[in-house]
């Protein structure tokens, strides 16, 4: 191991010291929590050992690519970071597979590879704080699923709170929250596929959709099943499941039991709401105030108003306009 000089980084308040050296990329090791390969290799809470990581990093096309990108450049432009003591590489591990497919071919050229060398004590909480603001807060190279898995397991871990990850990352904690909210959702249904992360980040956050699962399990298990296995390919698809749930009435029910049980897809359960009319932006908006007027916490706040007459004066107006209008429709109907 080749070294430089010795530099600080700061952590959390904290200062570290680094060493910034070149080092034989075979003495490294990656790290086991890589998101890139966690959830894939973790199957079952085994830890997977270094040749199985190696073997699955080295066949991702990210890997491939960086390797042509670092064969062309002629080395790194920005070294890895190593944990002194264990040379577990907490940061590049994309890099370090790349180096090692390079080295297959030329050992001696890619025999080495520049790095910075953190304390072998360093914190867990402090390292996982980095990591989390090189990929989560800088490039942002980790998609949402490995950018989410990776705050799911700092909490489940019990290293930090959903608090704490906003205040030391410096992003938004509703931006935390929405991340662990869709990866909860996805570990709840065995999902590991990155690729559907907006199918679940959809059915997570959709009210409509939530709604008709908490009343109608059997659909919650058809519509993962059916993203799981491509029959519903884009996830803005599952907006047409929403809509159909917040139609009241028998007919959307009856929809919804026969997309539970597979007899309609959420595209023909859509069309056939659709030709009833009760998709149309006038009926969501007159069936969105009916349902607020007659909410009890609604009505009980205007019964416990200190001075209930403008609001009762409003409600008069709207029963005025209401009465016209249903006469018009009732003329146009009759025409």
């Not at 190696?54 to 062309?72: D, G, P, Y």
């Not at 360093?122 to 990591?131: E, G, N, S, V």
Request: aromatic share 8%; charged share 30%.
């Amino acid at each position: 191991m080749e070294t430089n000089n010795t530099q600080y980084i700061t952590i959390g308040h904290e200062k570290y010291p680094v060493i910034d050296c070149e080092i034989e990329q075979t003495r490294l090791r990656f790290w086991p929590e890589n998101p890139r390969v966690y959830s894939v290799l973790n199957e079952g809470g085994i830890v997977p050992d270094q040749a199985l990581i190696e073997k699955t990093m080295c066949a991702t096309e990210h890997v491939k690519e960086l390797k042509e990108s670092i064969r062309k450049n002629g080395g790194l432009m920005e070294p890895i970071l190593v944990r002194n003591g264990d040379f577990v590489v907490l940061e590049g591990n994309s890099r370090l597979a790349a180096y090692r497919i390079l080295a297959q071919s030329d050992p001696i050229k890619w025999g080495k590879i520049r790095a910075r060398l953190l304390p072998e004590d360093i914190p867990d909480a402090a390292a996982f704080t980095l990591i989390g603001q090189y990929h989560i807060v800088g490039r942002k190279d980790w998609s949402p699923f490995e950018q989410a898995g990776y705050l799911y397991r700092i909490m489940e871990n019990g290293a930090k709170t959903g608090k704490e990850l906003s205040d030391e990352l410096g992003i938004p904690l509703s931006d935390v929250n929405k991340l662990l909210k869709t990866y909860s959702y996805m570990q709840k249904h065995n999902e590991n596929n990155p690729e559907k992360w907006s199918h679940y980040e959809e059915m997570s956050k959709n009210r409509g959709i939530q709604k008709a699962f908490s009343e109608n399990p059997e659909l919650e298990a058809e519509i993962v099943r059916q993203v799981k296995n491509g029959e519903i390919t884009m996830a803005i698809d599952l907006r047409k499941l929403g809509k159909i749930a917040q139609v009241d009435g028998r007919k959307a029910q009856r929809v919804l039991n026969d997309i539970a049980s597979g007899e309609e897809t959420i595209y023909t359960g859509y069309s056939i709401i659709e030709d009833t009319g009760k998709l149309d932006d006038t009926y969501q908006i007159c069936t969105k105030f009916r349902r607020k007027i007659s909410e009890t916490d609604f009505i009980d706040r205007i019964l416990n108003e200190e001075n209930p007459k403008q609001t009762r004066f409003e409600l008069s107006k709207i029963e005025k306009i209401s009465k016209r209008l249903i006469e018009r429709i009732d003329e146009s109907i009759n025409s």
